[in-house]
């Protein structure tokens, strides 16, 4: 039995990541200091569209690893393949990365200063693209490797019943079965829904799939992911010993 706070994507947000982390903290100084098993657990999508995925990075590197479980998102996926990409595959990689709003997560290392691959009008070529990857130092792209070179991208709470992960889960599907593409990328209508529970059993709990205002809780679901990176609020939900406790938002 444990205390979870998740934390849905955050896409380069990071005063709002700063707001939540911070209410979070006061939260657990408040009602949980006495208990040794409370975890915050962040369910991917760090990079990406928002103005500051690079501090955003920057501040996951440096949490505590005994009290923060810190999950991969298709958007560092898709990041990490551009970072380490060889140049035979450095254009494929660029564009599926750009066109998931790798230019601003770029742009957050670049300090203001200005680079050809930020011009709206830049064609494609090996030189600036090689160029653009050094703007990313060697820590994030280790951050990035070790947070993708996990054969279990999730976390899995037996006592409690309940699976962390970013995308979902295929529900007709064995734990042992699911693919990374399902953890990373999947969007099954029935379990988004409600109207499917996992073969499992367990309460699946995400982001990923933006679902408006106010996280989605049902019995067998929850998707924390507000979009804050669109306007939106940037969400945290509670779960003590299994149960759902609350929301909090910044």
């Excluded at 595959?89 to 203001?112: D, E, V």
């Amino acid at each position: 039995m444990a205390v979870y706070f998740a934390i849905g994507d955050v896409h380069g947000c990071l005063a709002e990541l700063l707001d939540l982390y911070s209410l979070i903290e006061k939260k657990i100084e408040e009602e949980f200091s006495h208990r040794s098993d409370v975890f915050i657990v962040f369910l991917g999508d760090y990079v990406d569209r928002g103005p500051n995925s690079k501090s955003v990075i920057e501040f996951l590197i440096h949490l505590d690893p005994d009290r923060h479980i810190v999950l991969p998102g298709n958007h560092e996926q898709v990041m990490l393949d551009f970072v380490t990409a060889d140049q035979d595959h450095l254009l494929r990689t660029s564009s599926i990365w750009f066109q998931n709003g790798g230019i601003a997560t770029l742009a957050s290392y670049a300090s203001g200063q200005s680079h050809p691959v930020f011009n709206p009008h830049f064609h494609h070529d090996l030189a600036t693209l090689n160029s653009a990857k050094a703007l990313v130092p060697d820590i994030h792209k280790a951050f990035l490797t070790k947070l993708l070179d996990n054969r279990h991208p999730y976390l899995k709470d037996d006592k409690d019943q309940l699976f962390f992960v970013h995308a979902g889960v295929n529900p007709s599907k064995r734990l042992g079965e699911q693919s990374l593409q399902d953890f990373l990328w999947s969007r099954h209508a029935s379990l988004l829904d409600g109207s499917a529970t996992w073969i499992e059993e367990l309460l699946v709990i995400s982001g990923h799939t933006p679902i408006g205002d106010h996280p989605l809780i049902n019995t067998n679901r929850i998707n924390v992911d507000t979009g804050v990176v669109y306007g939106g609020k940037l969400s945290a939900v509670l779960l003590v010993d299994g149960i759902v406790r609350g929301v909090r938002q910044a």
